[in-house]
């Protein structure tokens, strides 16, 4: 921890005179960038544009205890509800930015006091502050992305515990070696779970070791504006929206898929997202081209940015389109996923894409993670366009909402897994 903060001082010492006085206006409680000093003396790993019903900052520091459990009631469900659909609307609502103090206190509110992952972190006092929390799955990979990119040294290799509920028994953890999110809801039996555990499981294929469990801090600061969203509740509209909008989740698209994604005002890449129709979809196409060569990677080692940091942006909603570009490109003609997205044509629409892992977990937790489904899914893997490394790519598992890097080359008979390795294709507009 004082190796932490000497380099955080010793940085201020190259900054030019007007970004340390930014600095030390973030340390006190004023405007904050990426890479700041916080209040708490944590790094400012988030910034939201604009302030929301939670603050508009987030900063981030180690714990030192390791090796402790999800909480102290690891067989009960964390939100109870006579409507199921309530309660997995609830767990995904407990993913996003901002929810991870809400999930803080309601885990301690259900175990009291003890030793476990959130009463650890909320009994923490960081630079005089004690409002910190267990971050949500959101909020702990949007630590690990700013990790991978920009470097924190202070946050070793390891599993790290978010404060979401993943099931009744399941909570979601991290690992910060190559930025999976894992339940164990695949690994793991219907009586035991992963909240009781105390170390990560060894993953068969990963190559990571079982080690203690870690922790880190997480208080979100800055002006707020509104209040706290209900639960949420997605629901097919019936409506019918235009390539200008207004659109909303649930709407049929212009091209007659979903619409499943609604930026908060336009981006570069348009505002609204649609899910081409259940009747486009693929089944046993390989993600990459066959007769790859190891030799000629898709992506290399800029002076901008390494292999690895352009894969870990390649993730980011908005990236789904150019990673199509950048793959089909690359590969040409052929039979594998982007190509397949690239080059279909619905209801006169071409501009369809292989969409990138972080909109493809917003596909999920919009139109399928409910307990009927707004769209046609199956319950098994479809690919992304985001590159994991040279021999595999970032698939999201449908039955579970866990990604997982598999073999570029893999179809269902690889896998020996009934209708797997599947394609769906999106398109952005607006």
């Not at 179809?411 to 599947?422: P, Q």
Request: one cysteine or more; glycine letters at 10%; aromatic letters at 12%.
């Amino acid at each position: 921890m004082k190796r932490f903060l000497v380099s955080i001082v010793l940085l201020g010492m190259f900054l030019p005179v007007t970004q340390v006085e930014a600095a030390r206006s973030c340390a006190a409680g004023g405007q904050c960038r990426l890479g700041d000093t916080g209040p708490g003396g944590g790094i400012v790993f988030y910034v939201s544009t604009t302030p929301r019903w939670w603050g508009r900052f987030l900063e981030a520091r180690p714990v030192e205890r390791t090796g402790v459990p999800w909480s102290l009631k690891p067989r009960e469900a964390l939100y109870v509800e006579s409507d199921a659909n309530v309660v997995q609307r609830r767990r995904v609502d407990a993913k996003g930015i901002g929810m991870g103090r809400v999930n803080t206190q309601a885990i301690i509110a259900q175990s009291g006091p003890g030793t476990y992952a959130a009463a650890v972190v909320a009994r923490q006092t960081f630079g005089r502050k004690r409002d910190w929390h267990l971050p949500s799955k959101d909020e702990l990979n949007a630590l690990y992305n700013y990790r991978a990119v920009r470097g924190l040294a202070a946050l070793r290799d390891g599993a790290y515990w978010s404060s979401t509920e993943g099931g009744r028994n399941l909570a979601w953890y991290q690992m910060f070696q190559d930025g999976t999110q894992f339940t164990d809801s695949h690994l793991l039996g219907a009586t035991t779970g992963s909240k009781v555990r105390t170390r990560n499981l060894r993953h068969p294929g990963s190559g990571f070791p079982s080690r203690p469990y870690r922790l880190v801090a997480v208080r979100a600061f800055g002006p707020s504006a509104g209040e706290m969203p209900g639960v949420s509740n997605p629901v097919l509209t019936g409506n019918t929206c235009t390539d200008t909008g207004p659109c909303e989740v649930g709407d049929i698209g212009p091209a007659g898929g979903v619409v499943f994604y609604v930026a908060p005002k336009r981006q570069t890449w348009g505002q609204y997202m649609e899910v081409s129709p259940q009747s486009t979809e693929r089944i046993g196409w390989p993600w990459r081209k066959p007769g790859y060569n190891r030799n000629n990677p898709i992506y290399v080692n800029t002076t901008t940015a390494t292999a690895r940091v352009q894969r870990v942006l390649a993730k980011q909603v908005g990236m789904g389109e150019k990673n199509t570009l950048k793959i089909a490109r690359h590969y040409g003609k052929g039979r594998y996923a982007a190509r397949y997205a690239q080059n279909l044509v619905v209801n006169g629409y071409s501009d369809w894409f292989l969409p990138s892992a972080d909109e493809l977990d917003l596909m999920y937790n919009r139109l399928y993670a409910m307990v009927d489904p707004l769209a046609k899914f199956a319950p098994t893997y479809y690919w992304t366009s985001s590159e994991y490394n040279l021999d595999n790519a970032w698939t999201q598992v449908f039955r579970s909402g866990q990604q997982f890097d598999r073999e570029g080359w893999f179809t269902e008979k690889d896998t020996g897994l009934s209708n797997a390795m599947r394609v769906r294709a999106v398109r952005a507009f607006g």
